[in-house]
């Protein structure tokens, strides 16, 4: 399994970045894909997360209504376009990935795929 990660980048306050996950190998139709943010010195935080199967969405209470998830089933691709962006939105990105269908408060650890991380800076 593979996840590519694409679209990071710099913006400033108030602005908008859209990621992308592609994803490849995943063998089966019911998995859950998230987006995860880590800030320098702080531990990686679930930030939104969509069933493939269904397209319910999780999201994390400082993003909501800011950003939403999406995905195009068929480029297995999923979206996270961010709004209204904020400095403390800093971070590197990472997309994760798992069988079944948790939400994006799932701790980190137990995602089995993970991409390789894109860096958004706001300023």
């Known amino acids: 399994v593979q996840l590519v990660e694409s679209g990071g980048g710099s913006a400033q306050a108030g602005g908008s970045l859209r990621l992308a996950c592609t994803a490849s190998?995943?063998?089966?139709?019911?998995?859950?894909v998230a987006w995860f943010r880590q800030s320098p010195g702080k531990e990686r935080e679930g930030v939104a997360s969509?069933?493939?199967?269904?397209?319910?969405?999780t999201y994390a209470d400082y993003v909501k209504g800011r950003f939403t998830i999406s995905q195009d089933s068929a480029k297995n691709t999923v979206y996270l376009q961010m709004n209204s962006l904020a400095p403390e939105d800093t971070g590197m990105y990472y997309c994760?990935?798992?069988?079944?269908?948790?939400?994006?408060?799932?701790?980190?650890?137990?995602?089995?795929?993970w991409g390789q991380g894109t860096q958004v800076t706001v300023s």
């Open positions: 969509i069933f493939t199967r269904g397209g319910t969405t």
């Open positions: 190998g995943l063998t089966t139709t019911h998995n859950a």
């Open positions: 994760a990935a798992r069988p079944g269908t948790v939400g994006c408060s799932f701790p980190p650890d137990r995602w089995t795929y």
